[in-house]
């Protein structure tokens, strides 16, 4: 029962909801559209975040307890978390001076300070930091050993350049040694390096995006098919 | 003086993190943790306000519109995940969302993933005024989606003329993948001067 219950339900929601978009009755559209869909599934969803943040505690209390490895770093993130969750809900909105609250998730709120001078500054350090490995990774692997490999390695450069203005000061050099744009035979025209990336985008590119999309499409919906007739069950999880 | 402070304080953490250029090392992991505890608390902050407070407590204490108790008891299921005893009751929240999920995923996945971007392909020379660069431009698009499918198509061994029209397929990909690695790589890159443009200028302005 523990499982065939869950089984049934998804069956059952899986198929009245695959009409839902369908079809255009007032009832359907404003409770099962409108009311389900869009406002009972975000308050369930509410409640997911709870167990989330839940084992992601458990995860460093465990460490802490067995004092396991690097458990130090385990209270800095539960630092983090309790103290940017009790500045938003328990905080009270005392006014600390500069303009700012001790309280709440307004633009003003301590919250909010930590969050654009701490938070944000790590992240985009983060993601920029991937552009020495990217660099590091295509330094090692990029190499013209095939017709597939070749065309990778132009393509990349040639999206690089035309992206920057290097690519523009080559471009106009060109222009001016082939006489402007008056002169009858273009040939820096393959210069062009904002052009050509741009119909590297709009076609080759665009075009495999769409492929590949249409690929997502089809493993979407086979995987939908799967879980409302209980082919796929992993999300089951155990046994029991 | 706040100024200072806070792009110090921005300042003083994206230096350990990118002390991990170096090697692994304290700085950088007390960074790590750092930021993972301050998202997940950004995030319970945003959940509580925006979802919990919007969704649940007000529209059922404040306004009494107790049908919300509903779904409230079945996220209230999730909290089965504390004890092993209780753990198999996640499964029914997780049956509705993917219920409901899967089954109006599927028209709409039909309509917005398949049916739309079919017709955006097919449609490609109906463009009014259509130059010859356009139709070579359309016929390059419809080859490259054409051959990029019948690469991922493996019901037919890609011998012969398959075999021919999934190597084309490969070079469309190839150049579709160099293009994506590109714009990643400039993305990033940009990224980085945006961080060094905050260290160099707005911490130390050195630069004006």
Known sequence: ?240 | MINIIQTTIGAILTLSIFSFLYKDNPLYRIAEHLLIGISVGYIIGQQYHMGFMNYVITPIFKEGQLIYLIPSFIGLMYLGFFSQKTSWLIRFPIAISLGIGAGYGIPYTFQASIFIQLRETLTVFSEPGITGFGIFSGVLFLLGVFTAIVYFFFSWKHRGVVGIVAKVGIYFLMIGFGASFGLTVMGRISLLIGRFLFLFKDWLHIIS
Do not use: C, H
């Open chain 1, 1 to 240: 029962m523990k499982r065939q219950i869950p089984l049934m339900l998804v069956l059952t929601l899986g198929i009245i909801y695959f009409f839902v978009p369908l079809v255009s009755i007032p009832w359907v559209v404003d409770n099962l559209q409108y009311e389900v869909f869009n406002k009972w599934l975000k308050i369930i969803g509410v409640f997911a975040v709870i167990m989330s943040v839940a084992s992601l505690w458990r995860r460093n209390a465990v460490k802490i307890k067995r004092k396991s490895g690097d458990y130090a770093y385990s209270y800095l993130e539960l630092i983090g978390m309790v103290l940017m969750a009790a500045l938003a809900i328990i905080a009270p909105r005392w006014n600390i001076g500069n303009g700012m609250v001790l309280g709440g998730i307004g633009g003003n709120s301590v919250y909010n300070w930590i969050f654009m001078n701490m938070q944000v500054p790590m992240q985009a350090t983060m993601f920029s930091m991937l552009a020495f490995y990217i660099a590091s990774a295509a330094y090692r692997s990029f190499r013209a050993r095939n017709i597939e490999a070749t065309l990778l390695l132009i393509t990349a450069a040639i999206v690089m350049i035309g992206r920057v203005p290097l690519g523009e000061n080559i471009y106009q050099f060109m222009l001016k040694l082939n006489g402007g744009e008056a002169a009858a035979f273009q040939w820096s025209r393959i210069f062009d390096f904002q052009g050509i990336t741009q119909f590297i985008l709009d076609v080759p590119n665009a075009a495999t995006k769409r492929a590949i999309g249409f690929g997502v499409a089809m493993g979407m919906l086979a995987t939908s098919l799967k879980i409302i007739f209980g082919i796929e069950k992993s999300w089951l999880g155990g046994t029991e």
